[in-house]
């Protein structure tokens, strides 16, 4: 399903217009993009996702190619896991 889909499939189910749901899931993308941002904060909705920033430390490596060793800088990332509800949702489709 892509962001078009998902738009239509919320404004039928609610009653909104596309566009009142298109900036509304804008609007959420934008809060998540932020407090990732900022780093040290998490998005949890119970049940469905979390949304985190993570650390990597820096480490070493090795070339697959070549097989000589490399440093691997230090890197942030994002870790999003899914809730019970969600995984539940999964198992029994």
């Not at 899931?25 to 407090?35: N, R, T």
């Not at 049940?47 to 820096?58: C, D, K, Q, W």
């Amino acid at each position: 399903m892509n962001k078009s889909e998902l738009v239509a499939e919320i404004a039928e189910r609610t009653g909104q217009s596309k566009s009142d749901v298109d900036a509304s899931l804008g609007a959420l993308c934008d809060v998540m993009e932020d407090v990732v941002a900022k780093g040290g904060g998490k998005i949890s909705v119970s049940g469905y996702f979390s949304v985190e920033r993570t650390n990597r430390a820096a480490r070493m490596g090795r070339n697959p190619q070549t097989g000589a060793t490399i440093h691997i800088a230090a890197s942030k990332g994002i870790k999003m896991s899914a809730g019970a509800k969600l995984k539940n949702a999964a198992k029994n489709a």
